[in-house]
């Protein structure tokens, strides 16, 4: 029989958006640094059966995996600490438990039984929590929401009846709470964690450690405060206050011995992290030597959730070349050919995001030109490529009516146009696609890009043949300009079969666009190659000056 996984349960109290997956990240990165096989898991009892619907503005960034889920973006939070591939089994929500418990029921695989929460949907629940944490020795499971939600019930009874089966030495909860500053009374408040926790024994469960988030650091008799009225031992309260980066979290952790109880509580041997990489890379997000600044040129810049995976893996990438990169974010929607100049002068790079919908979009095509024109480093993602060839389309090849068909159905020069299958596209080789219920296909998850022998693409990957990135995109690059852009000095630099997944211009610093999303694959401690060489190619160009 294979051994038993360990399980440690993540909940959350009083509100939403305290980061309790970044503290789940945190204390994987540190068990998986003391040599343990890890894996992680996020549980969302919304409704939606996958997060790929929900609008950016709604519920931030849609992350992707390998295997083509689109996912809660703390998957994204997972992979950067963890240095894991995460896949589809690595997060679900109430939509998808119910959808395979119905399905079932149809099938008939309930003998006539009638089929209620408890035991089936929980039932469902329990067993999606042991798949993914198969072979593992330890699985962390985050659940969403905040303990006293309607939703989170199933999901709470779940991790209480497998803690009750795995046994105790198998299964520790944490759970994490809000210590407020109340600044009239000038007192930090334990009174919401003591009745988040109430909640959580109501319904059965006594968390064995109690993480505090908090504006400032508590103090000892708080701590021992929240552990007495909270039935905890005392090492047991962790604080985790307001860090400039979030990065820091798991050496603040480790700093008050998190590892001592989490060791005890599970029965684990001593554990000793090795975080010297880490720390030295944390040092130099928090204090670097060199600095460069780039636009950041998208629609949704008051909402920066929405891109996530990109803002930290420039992160990522400043902390590896000793830089801090300072955004300056542009709403595309401001930008025009009378203010394009005087809003980039000062960048040392422009960099177009991913997006969906017509919005923002001539605005971006100008940062585009002004880049091209001015020998600025660009690096397109995803709509930053397909709009980097209608900008090239437009002005060098003079077809004033290039376009994407997403924004212009019809239009003359589809430069960005629909396969209607990307299976024909591929001949025999198998496409991951995900038919929306908006009624889309989506190409999503990871491909092979083939890269150009000396190509700008291929000397990022350190003059590898093939990259392997993942996608989510609906609209193609079309293939009969292929020829016209060749001829007047633009190069496909990177190719999946027949599809044009990357492009760059010869006589310029740094000019390159992606179809796929180089960011998700980004993490701390292994920074994504393009937008390594972006961000270089940027603290270049800012020296040159
Ligand atoms: N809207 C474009 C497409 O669907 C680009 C998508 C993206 O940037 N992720 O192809």
Redesign the pocket.
Known sequence: MSKQTKYIFVTGGVLSSLGKGIAAASIGTLLKSSGLKISILKADPYINVDPGTMSPLEHGEVFVTDDGAETDLDLGHYERFLDESLSQDNNFTTGRVYSSVIEKERRGDYLGKTIQVIPHIVGEIVERIKRAGEGKDILIVEIGGTVGDIEGLPFLEAIRALRTEVGRKNAMTIHLTLVPYIKVAGELKTKPTQHSVGELRRIGISPDMIICRSEMALNRELKDKIALSCGVEKNCVIESADSQSIYQIPLSFLKQDILTPIAEILALNELKPDMATWDSLVKRIIAPTGETTIAFVGKYIDLKESYKSLTESIIHAGANLDTRVNLKWVDSEKVDSENVDEILKDVDGVLV?????ERGIEGKIMAIKYARENNVPYLG????M?LALIEFARNVLKLPNAN?V?FEPNCENPI?YLIDSFIDAHGEKQIRTHKSPLG?T??LGAYECELKPKSLLAGVYGGAKTATER??????ANPKYKSDYEKSGLVISGTSSNLIEAIELKEHKFFLGV?F?PEFTSRLTKPNPTILGFIDASIKNAKSK
């Open positions: 995001a991913g997006g969906f919908g993602i995803c709509l930053g397909q994407s997403e960005i889309g989506m190409r996608h989510r995109h609906r609209f193609e179809q999303h």
